[in-house]
C-alpha cells in the first residue's frame, strides 16, 4: 500500500521530462557530427586535397543533416504532446524514457547508415528506428488520451495528432520498402517525406499529407 | 561569521540542482551508447557480413538499454525526491552533486561491463555504482526528513520513499550476489528486477514489492 | 483540414526552444575542446618535453577560444532574439532548429581549421559557418516581424537587429577576403572583429560598428 | 545610436545564463569520466588481470573525482552569485561566458593532470584552471556590485562573497607553490581544501577559512 502511494506521486513533473528530453535532444543532435572526421592531415598537401577529402567526406554530411532533420521532427512531435499534455504519470514518464532511449540510438544508426550506405541492412536499421520513435509517441498519445491526462481539447485535435503519426509513419514505410530497388533510393524518398513535413506547405497537394 | 552568512546563501536553488542535474543524466544517457561502435567497414563486405558483426554487438545493445533503464529509475527518483522537497541547502546540494558523479561513472561502468560480461569484478563494479547511486538518494532523503526540508508531507509517504529504496537494493544485492554462480545469471535477475520497478504492476505479487 | 490544425498547434514553445538551443550551445561549446588532446605519454620524458608538446597545441587552443567567442556571440544574439519574441510559431520553430544545425557544425569547422590553419578551404568553411549563423539569425528576425511575432518593440530596435548582423557579416566577408594573402591574415582579422563586438566598446570609432 | 540601442537589451535574460551554465557544467562533468578507458580486452585473461588493469585506472578515478569536485564547487559558487543577482548585463553576460570557457577546460586540464601527474608543469595548468575560474568569479562579483546589479543584500554578505573566493584561492596558490617539492603534494593539499569547502565544517578550527 506504501509503494503505490510512492507511484502515485513518482515521476510527475512535466518540466523535468520536458527538461530531460530538451537535454538528450541536444546531446544527440550534437553527437551525430561527430561522425564527422576530418580529413588525416598526412594525406593532405594542399588546398587541392583538401577538396578532395572534403568532398569524399560530403555524403556523411547529407546523412548528418538528415538525421538532424529526423530528430528535429521528433523534437517538434514530442514538444507538441507534452504540450497538450495537462500532467504527467509514471506511466508516461517511462512511455517517455523509452522514447528518449530511441533517440540516443540515433547517432548510432546514423553512423551505420554512413558508413554502410550501400547496404540494406543499415538502411532497415534506420528505418527501424525512426519507426521506433513514431510507434512510442504514438503510444504516449493513446496513453494520455486513454488516462485522461489532457486539458480540454478538442476531438478532431486529438485525431489529427493520431493521423499525423499514421501517415507520416506508412510514408516512411513505402519509402524503406523501396530498398528492395537500392538503399540509396529509400533513403533519398525518406528525405523527401522529411523535408514535406519541415516546409509544411500550406497550399497544393503536398499540404493534404 | 561571514563564512557561515557565505554558506546560509550558498547552493539554494533547487530549480538549478534540477537543471543540472537533467543535464548530467541527459549526457551520461547519451554516451552510453557511444560505446556502440560501428563495424569496421573493411570487415563487411556484404548484407550478411554486416548482419553477423550486427549479431556481435547485439549483446552491447541490451547492457545499454539495461543502463539506460538504470539511469531511467534513478532520474525518477531523485526527480520525486526534489519535487517533495521545498527548499534545498548547501549540504543537500552537496549530497545530490556526489549522485550526479554517480551517475556519471556508470557509462564507465557499463562499458566495463559490456567488455568482460563473463568476469565477476566487471559485474560487482556494476552493481557498486547501483548501490551507490541507492545510498546517496538515501542519505539525501533521511537528510531532507532530518533538516525538515519536506513540505506538508505526510509520514506514510516518508517511509515509502525509503522502504522503497531499501527493498530495491536488498533485491539488486541478492542479485548481484548470484554472481558466485555466473555474472550473466546477476545481470538477467538485476534487469528483471529494473523491469518491474518500470512496469510498476499495479496488481498481482509484483505489487507489492 | 486536421492537418493543418496539427501545424497550428505544433512547435510553440518559446521556453523549449530556448532550453533545447541552451542544450545544444552547451554541448558544442564544451566539445570544441575534445580537440585538444592531450600530448602522447610515451613522447614526454620530462618538464622540457610537457612543455614543448604544450607549446605546440596552443595554436589548436587559440582556434578553440576563437570558436568558443563565435559561439558566445551567436548564442546571444540568438538569445537576445528570443526574448523579444511573444510565442514561436512551426515555421520559427523550424528556422532555429537549422540555425542550431549551424551551431552543431562549428566543433568540425574548428577542427578542420585548426588542423589545416595554412588552407584557404579550411578558413573558407570556417567563414561559411559563420555566414551561415548570421543569415539564418537575419531570416529568423525577418520572419518574425513578417508574421507579427514580436511584442511592441519600437521600429530602431527593429532596424537596430538587422543593421547589427548585416555590418559584422559585411565585416568578417571582409575578414574572410583576406584570406588571398594568407589564411592566418583572415583568421586574425575575423577574431579582431569578434573581440570588438565582445568587448562593445562604449566609446571611440568602434563603439559606431 | 541604434548599435548602443542594441547592447541594451542584448544578453539580459539571467535565466538562458543560468541553463547555459548548467548544461556546460553537466556536459563537463560528463566528459572528465570519458578519460577513463575500460582495460584493454586483449589484455584480460580473467578476473585477476582485470582487478590489476582496475588498479591501474584508480588513480585516474581519484583525479576524475577531484576535477568533479572543482567544477561542483565552482557550479554552487556562479549559482551563488547569480542567484543574487537581479538582473544581468550584456557586459556581465560576457563576463560568464569566460567562465564557461573556464569551465570548458577542466576536461583537459585533468587529462593532462592523469596523464603527467609526476611533472610540475601538470599540476601547475591544472591550478592555472582553478585561478582562472576564481578570478572570473571574483570579477563577475565586483563587476555586478559595481553596476548595481544586486537587489537589496546586506553590504556583511557582498564582503563574505569576496573574502571567500580570495581565502579560496590564497590556499590554492599555497597547494600549488607546493609543487617545488612535488605535484603529487600539490595535488593532495589543493585536495584536501577543496574537502573542507565541501563538507562545510560548521564548528572547529577549520569553519573559519
Redesign the interface.
Known sequence: M??????L?????RA?L???S?????????????D?H??V?TA?H??HD??AA?GEIAPRLLIY?AS?MTL?IF???Q??QL??IERST??L??IH?GF??GV??M??ST??MA??IH????LL?YWANILLLGLILFASWRGAVACDLLGDIEP??I???E??IVVAQSLYAVGAALCVITPLLSLGVIVAIQLVY?I?P?TGPL???
Do not use: C, H
Request: net charge positive; hydrophobic share 55%; proline share 2%.
Open positions: 506504501t509503494e503505490k502511494r510512492y507511484n506521486v513518482a515521476g510527475q513533473s523535468r520536458a527538461a530531460l530538451d537535454g538528450v535532444f541536444a546531446v544527440a543532435m550534437t553527437l551525430l557530427v561527430l564527422l576530418t580529413p592531415a593532405v594542399g588546398e583538401l577538396l572534403l543533416l538532424f528535429g523534437w517538434v512531435g514538444q507538441t504540450n497538450m509514471r506511466d514518464t517511462w524514457l528518449l532511449a540516443t540510438l547517432p548510432f553512423a551505420l558508413e554502410f547496404l540494406r541492412i543499415a536499421i478532431g485535435l485525431r489529427a495528432v493521423r499525423r519541415v509544411g500550406k499540404s493534404r499529407i
